[in-house]
């Protein structure tokens, strides 16, 4: 019989997570201040994030150890298991063998943990006592609400209004786990307050629940800001997802010639892929690395590799990457997590390089393949990771046709037993697509800052 999964023994669990900033063809363009247009001062973003954040967002060190104490609240679900997904392979009779990395087996149902964690351990060592962060749908902010509690620090979450309304569950999970929700205008932030007095209906938007969070954050009270993707340390603490994979791997004798993953801000799709771009840079591997992404959101097969902020409101630096634009509003798709305008700067410039290839899927086609998957595998997959799953099902579909026994692995980053709404109205056919928003693009593009 053929292995249907592989697991590891706690003690096989990484010691260190790998840090891809050496090994990158050029170096990283560094974030710049945009009042200056110079790098910023590490000093100005030491009022939101941890020093220890702060090192290892710039570190040039290649591995960077994983402290004890992360380690044995890893191992509440690490390591995760890698399944051969054998149903699937023989309902598309494909030679290929297509293997999933499960990281929806950890307590808040994703790869996020894996960095939400790091992060509060970071924080609670250098004192903080308090942790703001904002949510969309709600996966970021329930895998930092699970850290935090854990770590007994204060986590503050700022949840989009409209989600706060319209998706109680992971508001509730959050809750249980100790932490503060707020809908998104709130009364809590000078911010908040001046919208709700404009439009008290004001529904909320990932942009004003970032500002929220960041004013929150510096008014004083021991409190830091945390974010679930895009910057290098978050990258960095997903590695164990690549690492872990790689191990078993090799385990089975496999070597992988496909990798896939789906991309909202690219730390679920870095985690998995980057211990394997290693090899690929240095020219010893040929692994096809393909990210996936939302049509209606199409920042990667799309988007200029400029320099742009990082959230709605224009807060943060500029960071240098893929972008649609920072007021560029991606259509209210299902995949939350994939609606995000830039793209972490790491995933960028391997975009850009050529190093990993880029793909868009529509939601329909999405939806299609999770219940390929739900009724082969059983596993149902979140939206998000259902772009992934499609590209994976087309390449094993090509396979079919060409003979090609080829090795794909992707990561199953999240479940989607919370997004059961959006399944409903797949099943009941009043899902639709959304036509690649051009004009809107060009438009938000137009408003880019002027660097180069
Ligand atoms: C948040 C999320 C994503 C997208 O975020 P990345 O940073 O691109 O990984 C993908 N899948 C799931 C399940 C998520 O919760």
Not at 199 to 222: M, Q, R, Y
Not at 328 to 336: E, K, N, S, T
Not at 400 to 425: M, P, Q, R, W
Request: net charge neutral.
């Amino acid at each position: 019989m053929d292995e249907r999964k592989i697991l590891l023994s706690e003690k096989e669990m990484p010691v260190a997570w790998y840090n891809v900033l050496p090994d990158l063809p050029e170096q990283l363009p560094p974030p710049l201040d945009p009042r200056t247009g110079k790098p910023v001062d590490p000093s100005v973003l030491a009022a939101i994030f941890p020093v220890s954040l702060l090192q290892q967002e710039m570190s040039v060190e290649p591995w960077i150890e994983i402290p004890e104490e992360i380690r044995q609240v890893y191992a509440m679900w690490r390591p995760t298991p890698l399944h051969r997904a054998v149903a699937l392979e023989k309902y598309l009779k494909t030679p290929a063998r297509i293997y999933f990395k499960n990281e929806s087996v950890s307590p808040p149902g994703s790869h996020k943990p894996n960095t939400a964690v790091a992060q509060a351990y970071y924080n609670k060592k250098e004192g903080v006592k308090r942790l703001c962060t904002e949510t969309g749908a709600g996966q970021w902010g329930s895998a930092l609400s699970f850290a935090c509690n854990l770590f007994g620090l204060e986590c503050v979450v700022y949840m989009v209004k409209v989600s706060y309304q319209q998706k109680p569950y992971r508001r509730i999970m959050m809750q249980t786990w100790n932490a503060k929700i707020y809908p998104s205008p709130s009364d809590q932030t000078n911010y908040g307050r001046k919208l709700l007095k404009e439009n008290p209906d004001n529904p909320g938007s990932l942009g004003i629940a970032i500002s929220e969070a960041i004013e929150d954050t510096i008014s004083g009270k021991d409190s830091k800001y945390s974010l679930g993707s895009v910057l290098n340390h978050v990258l960095l603490h997903q590695t164990v997802v690549g690492l872990e994979t790689q191990k078993q791997l090799e385990l089975i004798g496999e070597k992988a010639d496909v990798l896939v993953g789906c991309v909202g801000g690219g730390s679920n799709f870095a985690g998995l892929v980057l211990p394997f771009v290693k090899d690929k840079i240095k020219g010893k591997s040929e692994v096809e690395i393909i990210g996936v992404e939302p049509t209606a959101c199409p920042t990667m097969t799309k988007g200029p590799y400029r320099y742009d902020y990082g959230d709605t409101s224009g807060l943060t630096p500029l960071l240098k990457m893929l972008t649609l634009g920072h007021d560029f509003m991606p259509p209210g798709i299902h995949a939350g997590g994939l609606r995000y305008h830039g793209l972490a700067p790491i995933v960028s410039m391997l975009v850009d390089k050529k190093i990993v290839r880029a793909e868009a899927v529509a939601q329909t086609k999405a939806f299609e393949a999770a219940v390929i998957f739900a009724r082969t595998e059983g596993f149902l997959p979140a939206p998000e990771t259902s772009h992934a799953i499609r590209v994976v099902i087309d390449e094993a579909k090509k396979c079919a046709e060409t003979g090609e026994e080829k090795c794909i692995v992707f990561n199953f980053s999240g479940h989607g037993h919370f997004d059961l709404a959006s399944y409903d109205a797949y099943l009941a056919g009043k899902l639709q697509d959304y036509e690649y928003p051009e004009e809107k693009i060009r438009e938000s593009l137009e408003k880019l800052p002027k660097i180069e």
